[in-house]
Nanobody, 127 residues
């Protein structure tokens, strides 16, 4: 079992950057595939980015291609989402998710693929 805690959200002007962090508890963090999802105001939660147990596997939603980067540091039990060129439509609550332990090594993009979730962090990009 893993517990996830997100941080790094906040208010930023359009065009700015933020880096979200998600720290996982426990000693088997490296055995989990990780993902980021977001829920804009009044909308359903959607996939943003994912990374496999191996960093070779990464996947991004089309709307963040070239702007967001997902990475992980297993020594720190942390997955990151670097967000650049933020737009007002990126405003949402961002959630970290984990799939594991020891499922197939891949980047997963469906909510139903994940069995652990963080509490979310608010990101607001103002115009």
């Amino acid at each position: 079992q893993v517990q996830l805690v997100e941080s790094g959200g906040g208010l930023v002007q359009a065009g700015g950057s933020l880096r979200l962090s998600c720290v996982g508890s426990g000693s088997t963090f490296s055995s989990y595939a990780m993902g980021w999802f977001r829920q804009p105001p009044g909308k359903e939660r959607e996939f943003v980015a994912a990374i496999g147990r191996s960093t070779v596997f990464k996947s991004y939603a089309e709307f963040v291609q070239g702007r967001f980067t997902i990475s992980r540091d297993n020594a720190k039990n942390t997955v990151y989402l670097q967000m650049n060129s933020l737009r007002p439509e990126d405003t949402a609550v961002y959630y970290c998710a984990a799939r594991g332990p020891y499922y197939s090594n891949a980047a997963y993009s469906r909510e139903s693929d994940y069995n652990y979730w963080g509490q979310g962090t608010q990101v607001t990009a103002s115009s």
